[in-house]
């Protein structure tokens, strides 16, 4: 009787990466290969995910949301480090604002609301009830000046205003002065928690030692993180200052050397070099200024699709590099510049060579689903960014509006005429034209939920499908991947049909 290895035939296994990516001249995407499965030895929950977003900093869970203005200010850079992950804060603002993003999501306390809603005593029911339905917040703190940072003056909740009537009636005869609240140098959940269980209240706000308004819990909030799925594990903690992780991006303009230097003074851990094309000489010049002037801030690279753009920027100093070009949902750069290339292909080139610079990459764009994950991972990618997954959440900047009856927010690329008007046109290196071409589009999303809930269970499945082909982390992928043991297969336009929902005459997706 023959053996299992005779049985087997060469071909029957697969190909390797290299085999499958230099055979041939097309480029191919996550949806054009299938990993092959191995044997599973343990359970998926003992997966680790844990990896690399730069050489010195490592991420629980390898997701990353992208810096683009309907994607990632305070709220999700704070919800993302909360899952584990890090949220990367856009530039296209004022360095004002961009530096208020930063201070609130380094400042921001797990737990807590992340805008409480501030009135002055001058506001009146008018004004409250304005706010209201601005921010669907019930609970309003009422402060000196109608600030956040400044004195604490009283507290106005649905039992002080429901019933009244006149909208003219001055705030301050509503609220209740005498509040209980809880300096922030003791603040925390589980004090929270107490604090509700005692007084039967709903709401604790949180000052500092001069009784300055710097946040608060609401009880509605916390039941609300209680019905979402557990995190998994801690969130992401810089090193540096025991804060959650945040990043931010920034172009390569001269003026961009003032803004960096004022997030940098704001706490941010990383930041992104943000340009749709990484190799030009603007961005080596602002790589080499950003190691020379903030020798401690670990610096992303990119965009790369290309093996010498991974060497360039590599030995510049690039702490991590960024894979991608035109593989977004709202990128046009492959259809109107000609330039780019298939993510999948692009992801395994780029982190071969950058691993040999002990660069980790971050797979940038195309990702619809679980599934793009874990290829991504699969292909050597240490961690993934991801815009449209993560847009039309709740974090997500904007407001929902319904249109045609379903509940929608506004996504759009940071190449769109849109966007470039409001300024990011210099990630385009475009910033001197007066002729504007877009790369991207505009368009809305339906709503997602929260990313607090969406998170963990999408972590779970990148944990099944790694189970599936036999890693049990990242690190453990990367090595099988270099030694020739992950491997692959194209996938036919047939394949893919089969391999995705068929022959039904209606069906409900829900993916969790």
């Given at each position: 009787?023959?053996?299992?290895?005779?049985?087997?035939?060469p071909?029957?296994?697969?190909?390797?990466?290299?085999?499958?990516?230099?055979?041939?001249?097309?480029?191919?995407?996550?949806?054009?290969?299938?990993?092959?499965?191995?044997?599973?030895?343990?359970?998926?929950?003992?997966?680790?995910?844990?990896?690399?977003?730069?050489?010195?900093?490592?991420?629980?869970?390898?997701?990353?949301?992208?810096?683009?203005?309907?994607?990632?200010?305070?709220?999700?850079?704070?919800?993302?480090?909360?899952?584990?992950?890090?949220?990367?804060?856009?530039?296209?603002c004022?360095?004002?604002e961009?530096?208020?993003?930063?201070?609130?999501?380094?400042?921001?306390?797990?737990?807590?609301?992340?805008?409480?809603?501030?009135?002055?005593p001058?506001?009146?029911?008018?004004?409250?009830?304005?706010l209201?339905?601005?921010?669907?917040?019930?609970?309003f703190?009422?402060?000196?000046?109608?600030?956040?940072?400044?004195?604490l003056?009283?507290?106005?909740?649905?039992?002080?205003?429901?019933?009244?009537?006149?909208a003219?009636?001055?705030?301050?005869?509503?609220?209740?002065?005498?509040?209980?609240?809880?300096?922030?140098?003791?603040?925390?959940?589980?004090?929270?928690?107490?604090?509700?269980q005692?007084?039967?209240?709903?709401?604790?706000p949180?000052?500092?030692?001069?009784?300055?308004?710097?946040?608060l819990?609401?009880?509605a909030?916390?039941?609300?993180r209680?019905?979402?799925?557990?995190?998994?594990?801690?969130?992401?903690?810089?090193a540096?200052?025991?804060?959650?992780?945040?990043?931010?991006?920034?172009?390569?303009?001269?003026?961009?050397k003032?803004?960096?230097?004022?997030?940098?003074?704001?706490?941010?851990d990383?930041?992104?070099?943000?340009?749709?094309?990484?190799?030009s000489?603007?961005?080596?010049?602002m790589l080499r200024?950003?190691?020379?002037?903030?020798?401690?801030?670990?610096?992303?690279?990119?965009?790369?699709?290309?093996?010498?753009?991974?060497?360039?920027?590599?030995?510049?100093?690039?702490?991590?590099?960024?894979?991608?070009?035109?593989?977004?949902?709202?990128?046009?750069?492959?259809?109107?510049?000609?330039?780019?290339?298939?993510q999948?292909?692009?992801?395994?080139?780029?982190?071969?060579?950058?691993?040999?610079?002990?660069?980790?990459?971050?797979?940038?764009?195309?990702?619809?689903?679980?599934?793009?994950?874990?290829?991504?991972?699969?292909?050597g990618?240490?961690?993934?960014?991801?815009?449209s997954?993560?847009?039309?959440t709740?974090?997500?900047?904007?407001?929902?509006?319904?249109?045609?009856?379903?509940?929608?927010?506004?996504?759009?690329?940071?190449?769109?005429?849109?966007?470039?008007?409001?300024?990011?046109?210099?990630?385009?290196?475009?910033d001197?034209?007066?002729?504007?071409?877009?790369?991207?589009?505009?368009g809305?999303?339906?709503?997602?939920?929260?990313?607090?809930?969406?998170v963990?269970?999408?972590a779970?499945?990148v944990?099944?499908?790694?189970?599936?082909?036999?890693?049990?982390?990242?690190a453990?992928a990367?090595?099988a991947?270099?030694a020739?043991?992950?491997?692959?297969?194209?996938?036919?336009?047939?394949?893919?049909?089969?391999?995705?929902?068929?022959?039904?005459?209606?069906y409900?997706?829900?993916?969790?």
């Amino acid at each position: 009787m023959a053996s299992i290895e005779d049985a087997i035939e060469p071909w029957m296994g697969g190909s390797t990466a290299v085999q499958l990516f230099s055979s041939g001249t097309a480029t191919r995407t996550y949806d054009d290969l299938i990993v092959m499965p191995r044997e599973i030895t343990f359970g998926a929950h003992e997966v680790d995910l844990s990896s690399q977003l730069t050489k010195k900093i490592r991420l629980r869970t390898p997701l990353v949301s992208s810096p683009m203005d309907t994607v990632t200010e305070a709220a999700m850079a704070i919800a993302m480090a909360e899952v584990g992950g890090i949220g990367i804060i856009h530039y296209n603002c004022t360095v004002e604002e961009q530096v208020e993003q930063v201070r609130i999501a380094k400042a921001h306390i797990p737990g807590q609301v992340v805008f409480p809603a501030v009135l002055g005593p001058d506001s009146c029911l008018g004004d409250l009830l304005r706010l209201k339905e601005e921010t669907d917040e019930t609970a309003f703190c009422v402060t000196a000046d109608g600030k956040l940072g400044s004195k604490l003056l009283g507290l106005a909740t649905p039992a002080d205003y429901s019933l009244v009537s006149d909208a003219a009636t001055p705030v301050s005869e509503l609220m209740v002065r005498e509040v209980e609240s809880i300096n922030e140098g003791s603040a925390s959940v589980d004090g929270a928690l107490a604090f509700f269980q005692r007084t039967k209240r709903g709401c604790l706000p949180v000052v500092d030692g001069a009784g300055n308004l710097t946040g608060l819990f609401t009880r509605a909030a916390l039941v609300g993180r209680r019905a979402m799925p557990s995190p998994g594990g801690e969130p992401s903690r810089s090193a540096r200052d025991g804060r959650l992780l945040v990043g931010a991006s920034v172009g390569t303009r001269e003026s961009d050397k003032e803004r960096l230097r004022r997030l940098v003074a704001a706490g941010i851990d990383v930041v992104v070099l943000d340009s749709s094309q990484g190799w030009s000489r603007y961005q080596l010049e602002m790589l080499r200024h950003v190691k020379e002037a903030h020798p401690d801030l670990q610096v992303i690279a990119g965009n790369v699709v290309s093996a010498p753009q991974v060497v360039a920027l590599a030995r510049a100093g690039a702490d991590g590099l960024r894979v991608g070009m035109g593989s977004g949902s709202i990128c046009t750069t492959q259809e109107v510049c000609a330039v780019g290339r298939g993510q999948a292909e692009a992801v395994f080139e780029c982190a071969r060579v950058a691993a040999r610079f002990g660069v980790p990459v971050l797979a940038d764009g195309g990702v619809q689903n679980g599934g793009h994950i874990t290829k991504a991972l699969a292909l050597g990618a240490g961690t993934v960014m991801c815009g449209s997954l993560f847009a039309g959440t709740a974090e997500a900047p904007g407001r929902f509006v319904v249109v045609d009856g379903v509940r929608v927010k506004k996504y759009r690329g940071m190449g769109s005429l849109e966007a470039m008007t409001k300024g990011s046109e210099q990630r385009y290196l475009s910033d001197t034209q007066s002729l504007k071409i877009a790369q991207g589009v505009a368009g809305t999303v339906r709503d997602k939920g929260h990313v607090r809930r969406n998170v963990p269970f999408l972590a779970q499945a990148v944990r099944q499908g790694f189970q599936d082909f036999g890693c049990r982390s990242v690190a453990d992928a990367q090595a099988a991947l270099a030694a020739g043991e992950l491997r692959f297969r194209d996938r036919t336009g047939a394949a893919m049909v089969e391999g995705s929902i068929h022959d039904m005459h209606s069906y409900t997706k829900q993916a969790w």
